[in-house]
């Protein structure tokens, strides 16, 4: 199963085994974390489900859409280990995988 670090904005880290095909967004809201607003609900049209990714061991991030990029631009914390969580669908290809909640906008 899929290992995903989840740093908290608290700095709390949680470590999630979420279910293949689910989007790191709903694997982090499932696992009761209540950071990520995630208003669009996925739809890739809100940027509240911000995160840096901290490692990628694997190397396998979907590449960014124009669309991702539009919104991270408008985010202030916006970094370049910036990634919308809703955009990461999960697969072994993620494992591994550290991430850190990015400050509300
Ligand atoms: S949940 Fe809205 S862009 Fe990700």
Request: hydrophobic residues 30%; aromatic residues 0%; glycine residues 12%.
């Given at each position: 199963m899929t290992a995903i670090?989840?740093?908290?904005?608290?700095?709390v880290e949680h470590e999630l085994r979420p279910q293949?095909?689910?989007s790191v967004m709903e694997a982090i809201r499932e696992s009761g974390i209540d950071e990520l607003l995630a208003l669009c609900?996925?739809?890739?049209?809100?940027?509240?489900?911000h995160v840096f990714v901290d490692r990628d061991p694997v190397g396998q991030l979907p590449p960014m859409s124009a669309d991702e990029d539009d919104l991270l631009e408008s985010s202030s914390s916006r970094t370049d280990r910036s990634r919308l969580?809703?955009?990461?669908?999960?697969?072994?290809?993620?494992?591994?995988?550290?991430?850190?909640?990015?400050?509300?906008d």
């Open positions: 670090t989840v740093t908290t904005r608290e700095g293949d095909g689910i609900g996925g739809c890739c049209s809100c940027a509240t489900c969580s809703c955009q990461l669908p999960v697969s072994a290809a993620l494992d591994g995988l550290r991430i850190t909640i990015a400050p509300e």
